[in-house]
Structure formats: structure tokens, C-alpha cells
């Protein structure tokens, strides 16, 4: 008869989980089971799992060596146990993650050994400032007061005062002392490389629409070009911002500035809408010798609706296609007042871009005034471009067709929907649902063989269609 040895083992429970214990069967040999026995491992949830009598025994030599090494390590480094270890800087985000300065033994410095040294007690330079940057990692207001004395200390070496600002325009200091940053930022008496690090903390503050007033303020008389620079980066961003949006429209107009500042301001302003003050710097700059400025104030007035006929036929006419584009989004002028012979001509204009502008943009533009053309004028464009050679110009003329004539064509218009071009592969597909109702879904940018699913079922329904 079978005999069986339970073997409760807090070792085992220790290391394995191994649930209540370990219950070995065995022959009727009274002895410890041979190699051939079968030990059963009872887990923590319950499971139950064989092992040879040689498994489970290499198991608990294994239980036991880990069980022993907590002694091992501690009995061999005694001296752990009397002096504690000096306390560490926190870690920081990666953002921050700068290293630790380390003593000759390999133990990292304390936090109050990294202030002393930051401040002048380590004579290697090198060490001061690495000591400078571990200070990133010090979250304290002493650091930072340390950082700020640093920095504004003439007989601070130039470097140690770089670093020092560096480390205050950056998290976790940055978003701690904004106040300080921007004074800091019209300080007359810092060196420009200084002046730069506390400049890119200041454009990168957290809350920086709090202090908009100020780094306008700041960026309307800034003479350092690089300082300039990411002052102007930070008012773009903010054109909703009063103080922001008074110093771009004093830039949009100023015939005097950099052009490639003139139109980054024309385009902050553009993207926050027209208002009285924009509409109003925008207008003079419809005739202005730049392109792309006269694009932005065509396209910013059209769609606020204060384009004039004459307007309208002049950038029709303009020789850049932007600003021909960018007349087509304008809602041709009606009424009373409107001389009906000028507003043909601005019809006929629209109906000669549509069909023989070398621009597909501009054609595709065009197609917007389908409406307001003659019958037989507007069969004829739609017509020109359900043929033209840009699928986008194509598409777009179905989309203004009549629903019978793009089911007519409905391989042509499926076609699109596996262009090698996602813009196309969308307007294809937003046509299909127009025309069709189809609910299959679809995404250009799904991959090759989701798209050539979606586009089986889209033509199945598509196939079953009324």
C-alpha cells in the first residue's frame, strides 16, 4: 500500500508561493522515495503540479541558497547596518535626468555637499559644475535661490553661470520661479549666453499666457537675435493673447521687418480669425510684393466675407497660383450694387481657371463657383474636370455632379479609394458615402490589406445598391 509524506515547508512557502505544502507518494518502501518517485506541488491558486523526487529536491537547494544570500550580503558589509547611506537627490523625469557627481570611494554626493560645491567649494571647476547641473535634481527652494545667486553673480565664472541658468529655465526649477525668470529675462546685465538659457525657460513656461504682457512687452524692444527669436516663437504661439496679438499686428504691418517674421505674424494671426484689427492689417497687404503675404491676406478677407469685386478679379488675375486659390474661396459678390458685367467677367475668369489653369489647386479651387455660373457653363467645367489628370480636381467634380453621373462611373470613382495618395484615398471614399450611403468603414491610413478589405465590402454594397 501507497504511503504519503506531507512536507510542510515555510522555506518553500517563502520563495515559491507553493501553497499549503508538498506531498510526495512513494512505494511501500518506508524510506525516501527513489529518482523515480513523484513529487505533487500543491500551488498558490490551487493548482497542482508533478515533479521527480530529483526536480523537487534541486528545487529546495535553490529555495535555500536565495533564502540564505539577505544574511550572506549583510553579515559581508556589517558596516551598512551602523551608518546609513548619505541621502540621495531624488530622480527626475527624463527630461531632467542629469548625472550625479560621485566621490572617489563611487558614493554619490549628498544634497548639501552638492550646494556647497556648486557654490565655490570645489576647487576642480569641472566638479562645480557637474555639482551645478546635479542641482536640477534638487526640487527645494535653497537650490534654486543657489542657482539665482549663480547666475547674476558677475565673479561667477561664465560657465558656471550658463550652466547655473540652465538649470533654473528647466524643470523642476522652470515652472517654481516664473517671476524670477522673467525678471531675470530683462536684466540688462546678464551675458547673452545667459540671457538665452533664461530666455528659452521663459517661452517654455507652463503658464507663460500669465506673463504674455511681459514677454511681449520684452520682444518689441529685444535687440539679441537669438533671444528675439524664441521671444517671437512664444507671441506666435499666443496671437489669442491681447498683448500677443497687439505686438503681431504691429509686426504685420511694419514694411520695414523681416519678411519671413512678417509672414509667420500674418499666419498667427490668420489661424485665430477675422477680427476688426486683423481684417484691417490684412487689407493693405493684398497688393504687397510678397506672395505669400498676399495669399494670407486674400484667404483671411474671403472667408470673412470682405473681399470687394475688384479684389476678387485682381488676385484672380495674380501671377502666383496661392493667392488665385485663395480668391476662389471667396463668395462672389451679388446684389444691386454689384454691375452685373463685372461680375460676369469675374464668372468667365473662374470658368478659363477652372479648365485651363496649369495649377490643379487653382482648378480644383475654381469648381467652388460652380454654383453661381450659367447652366452651360457649369456642365462644361464639371465636365473638363471629372477628366482632368489630378484625381483631387476628378473627385471634387463628382462631388459636384449629379448623383446619376457618378454612379454612372462608379469603377472610375471606386478606383481612387486605392490611389497610392491618401488625400485622395479619403475624398474618394467621403464621395463614395455621399453617393452610395455606404457604412463600411475606412481609413487611408490603414494598411495595404485592411484597405483592400474595406474596399471588397465597400464594392460589394456599392454592387447591391438601388
Keep these: ?15 515559491t508561493g507553493l501553497g499549503a505544502g508538498v506531498v510526495m507518494s512513494s512505494q511501500d518502501d518506508p524510506g525516501l522515495p527513489d529518482e523515480s518517485g513523484r513529487v505533487v506541488v500543491k500551488l498558490k491558486d490551487g493548482e497542482e503540479r508533478t515533479l521527480t523526487v530529483a526536480e523537487a529536491a534541486a528545487r529546495i537547494e535553490r529555495l535555500e541558497e536565495i533564502a540564505s ?14 551608518e546609513p547611506e548619505a541621502a540621495a537627490p531624488a530622480p527626475l523625469p527624463p527630461e531632467a535626468n542629469v548625472p550625479v557627481p560621485t566621490k572617489p570611494d563611487g558614493k554619490q ?30 526640487d527645494s527652494p535653497q537650490a534654486r535661490a543657489i542657482l539665482g545667486t549663480l547666475l547674476e ?14 538649470a533654473l529655465s528647466r524643470p523642476p526649477h522652470r ?10 529675462l530683462a536684466s540688462p546685465d546678464l551675458p547673452p549666453d545667459v540671457r538665452r538659457e533664461v530666455a528659452d525657460g521663459v517661452t517654455k513656461l507652463r503658464d507663460r499666457g500669465a506673463w504674455m ?3 511681449a512687452g520684452q520682444f518689441a524692444k529685444e535687440t539679441d537675435p537669438e533671444v528675439r527669436k524664441l521671444l517671437f516663437d512664444s507671441v506666435q504661439r499666443s496671437a489669442w493673447d491681447p498683448a500677443a496679438k497687439l505686438e503681431l499686428l504691429a509686426l504685420a504691418a511694419n514694411g520695414t521687418a523681416s519678411i519671413d517674421d512678417r509672414r509667420l505674424a500674418v499666419a498667427a494671426l490668420v489661424k485665430q480669425g477675422g477680427d476688426r484689427q486683423v481684417l484691417e492689417t490684412l487689407k493693405p497687404l493684398l497688393s504687397n510684393s510678397d506672395a505669400v503675404l498676399r495669399e494670407s491676406a486674400v484667404l483671411a478677407l474671403a472667408r470673412a466675407d470682405k473681399l470687394s469685386l475688384g479684389d476678387i478679379q485682381a488676385a484672380l488675375g495674380d501671377d502666383n497660383a496661392a493667392v488665385r486659390a485663395a480668391a476662389l474661396a471667396a463668395k462672389l459678390p451679388n446684389g444691386k450694387d454689384i454691375p452685373k458685367d463685372e461680375r460676369a467677367a469675374a464668372i468667365q475668369t473662374a470658368v478659363r481657371l477652372a479648365t485651363t489653369d496649369p495649377s490643379p489647386d ?17 456642365e462644361q467645367i464639371l465636365e473638363t474636370a471629372r477628366n482632368d489628370g489630378d484625381p483631387l480636381v476628378r473627385i471634387e467634380a463628382y462631388s459636384r455632379s449629379p448623383a446619376p453621373v457618378v454612379r454612372q462611373q462608379a469603377e472610375r470613382v471606386l478606383s481612387d479609394i486605392n490611389s497610392p495618395d491618401a488625400r ?18 475606412f481609413r487611408a491610413g490603414w494598411n495595404q490589406k485592411a484597405r483592400d478589405a474595406a474596399l471588397a465590402a465597400i464594392r460589394a454594397q456599392v454592387a447591391r445598391a438601388p
Design 1 to 15: 500500500m501507497s504511503k504519503v509524506l506531507a512536507l510542510f515547508g515555510g522555506l518553500a512557502l517563502f520563495a
Design 69 to 82: 544570500r539577505p544574511q550572506r550580503a549583510r553579515a559581508a558589509r556589517p558596516e551598512e547596518d551602523a
Design 109 to 138: 554626493y549628498s544634497v548639501a555637499e552638492l550646494r556647497d560645491l556648486a557654490q565655490g567649494a570645489a576647487t576642480d571647476p569641472v566638479l562645480r559644475l557637474a555639482a551645478i547641473r546635479a542641482l536640477r535634481r534638487d
Design 153 to 166: 553673480d558677475p565673479k561667477t565664472p561664465l560657465d558656471a553661470r550658463v550652466e547655473a541658468a540652465k
Design 175 to 184: 515652472d517654481q520661479t516664473p517671476d524670477e525668470l522673467v525678471r531675470l
Design 213 to 215: 504682457s511681459e514677454i
Design 362 to 378: 487653382v482648378r480644383k479651387a475654381a469648381l467652388a463657383w460652380a454654383g453661381a455660373m450659367p447652366k452651360d457653363a457649369r
Design 424 to 441: 485622395v484615398r479619403d475624398a474618394a471614399y467621403r464621395l463614395v458615402v455621399k453617393t452610395w450611403n455606404v457604412d463600411v468603414p
